[in-house]
Structures are given as C-alpha cells and as structure tokens.
C-alpha cells in the first residue's frame, strides 16, 4: 500500500546538477521524517540527507555539505534532494527513505545517479 517513488537521477557532468524527488503515498506523509541514502557500487549504503517530519531540521552527510540541500512539500507529500556541484564521487544509487511511528519504515526503489565526464 505504502509507495515510494524517486525520479529526476540520470546522467551529468562534474560540476553540474540534479534534483531528485521522492513522491509518497500511502502514508500519513507529515508523519514521517525523511532521508535520502545512497549507494555507490562496491560500497555501504550512506546516509546522504535528513528531514524532519515538518521540515524544521535538516542534516546532511559531510561529504554533500554546501553542494546538496534536501526539502520537503507536506502538501504535495514529495521530499527533494537538489544536487549541486556533483562529484564523480557522488555516482551512486539513490534511495528514498521514510521513517514513522513506531516500526514503520518504508523504502523506495533507488534512482541512479551517474557523474561522469
């Protein structure tokens, strides 16, 4: 019943930017804190961004500090992630992340992200 869906990954050149959005549905959306983590081929998966459920608080990994900002629309129940100054280093898969009450934890399907020259 619970989805959640990212777009907006692809391919870009160092230097360049993307913007990642995760859609919800499902859930009670205001209810839940949101992360974006990724993971790169080979590696762990990472925490890259945080949100609180109202959007008041925000953390960020220190590799993306400066370069990525994560937000939030409760309205629309949609998290973004925009992605500035993207590294080769930043190619990953990027998942979407929902964190509620309880045991309630849900995960999206991965979008990936390629930079690349």
């Known amino acids: 019943q619970v989805q959640l869906v990212e777009s907006g990954g692809g391919l870009v050149q160092p230097g360049g930017s993307l913007r990642l959005s995760c859609a919800a549905s499902g859930l009670t959306f205001s209810s839940y804190a949101m992360k974006w983590y990724r993971q790169a081929a080979g590696k762990e998966r990472e925490l890259v961004a945080a949100i609180s459920s109202t959007g008041g608080s925000t953390n960020y990994a220190d590799s993306v500090k400066g370069r990525f900002t994560i937000s939030r629309d409760n309205a629309k129940n949609t998290v973004d992630l925009q992605m500035n100054s993207l590294k080769p280093e930043d190619t990953a898969v990027y998942y979407c992340?929902?964190?509620?009450?309880?045991?309630?934890?849900?995960w999206g399907q991965g979008t990936q992200v390629t930079v690349s020259s």
């Open positions: 992340y929902a964190r509620g009450p309880l045991t309630r934890v849900y």
